[in-house]
């Protein structure tokens, strides 16, 4: 078992981890709820992995008393994850409650089944009616400049307001660049969780890293295409290694490198001023 010094240590990693994970996460309109419900049935599906004794998967005692979660959540989480159901397919963030019940809510229909377009404001069938009913505590005015912003609704001329989609999306991203980031941090922590927690008579796997606390912001540009250039060279000397270690039968191990730019986030840098000033 972690001292408490190292658990604390541990969070505070975890938590300066999370802070790029949370801003993609916001962007695309995922809940704290939803990661939560991810997180909770990660818990539990490494813990039955990874815990077993002699390769077999870990009882339901077990992973109850290694991830404090109860029995009963981890016989349902595990039987959820067997069959790749949605933990909580009901649950979905304000704004989306809202379009929900643009969409469905009788009252906030047109005679043709669809959505009408509602006035701002009004005692009865209009949107801030539509967001006290659904999203209760959220200033309607705060919610209309988000949906705005999502373009999930238009303003028309004569005022009124149209939705133009059915769930709240803040920011669309290209679908395959979200798998390659969720590949990339996967492979990133399973090499530091390696190098953490591997045996003493282990070899650690390369991680290494090359950084400079001040160089002059002119030269990012610079600094970008250098790395471009060397950086792509690198790697196309590692991918013919691999290529001339291919596995003939086609059954081996994943094995690469990867390279990635560091930069100071601008959350980061807006952070640091306002606390120095």
């Not at 979905?92 to 509602?118: I, N, T, Y």
Request: charged share 30%; net charge positive; glycine share 8%.
């Amino acid at each position: 078992m972690a001292s408490e010094a190292t658990r604390s240590r541990i969070l505070d990693a975890l938590g300066h981890l999370l802070e790029p994970v949370v801003l993609v996460l916001l962007k695309c309109g995922v809940t704290w709820r939803e990661f939560s419900d991810l997180a909770k049935a990660k818990f539990v599906q490494v813990a039955t992995e990874e815990f077993g004794i002699r390769g077999r998967p870990t009882n339901a005692s077990r992973v109850a008393i290694l991830t404090g979660i109860d029995r009963r959540d981890v016989r349902k989480l595990r039987l959820a994850i067997a069959h790749r159901r949605p933990l909580d397919p009901g649950f979905m963030s304000k704004p989306s409650q809202v379009l929900d019940g643009w969409f469905h809510d009788g009252e906030f229909l047109a005679p043709s089944g669809g959505p009408r377009d509602l006035d701002l404001e009004g005692e009865h069938g209009s949107f801030t009616d539509l967001v006290r009913r659904y999203a209760p505590g959220i200033p309607p005015v705060a919610m209309l400049k988000q949906l705005k912003a999502a373009a999930a609704i238009q303003e028309l001329r004569n005022g009124r307001l149209r939705p133009i989609k059915r769930a709240y999306v803040p920011r669309a991203l290209n679908e395959n660049h979200i798998r390659l980031w969720g590949s990339v941090l996967n492979d990133i922590g399973t090499t530091w969780e390696h190098n953490l927690t591997r045996a003493q008579e282990q070899p650690s796997w390369f991680e290494r890293r090359a950084i400079n606390l001040s160089v002059d912001r002119k030269d990012v540009e610079a600094f970008q295409s250098f790395l471009e250039k060397e950086g792509m060279a690198f790697l196309e000397r590692v991918d013919d290694w691999l290529s001339t270690h291919e596995s003939k039968s086609g059954e081996g191990t994943r094995l690469g490198a990867g390279l990635y730019c560091i930069q100071e986030p601008r959350t980061r840098r807006a952070r640091q001023r306002s606390t120095s000033s």
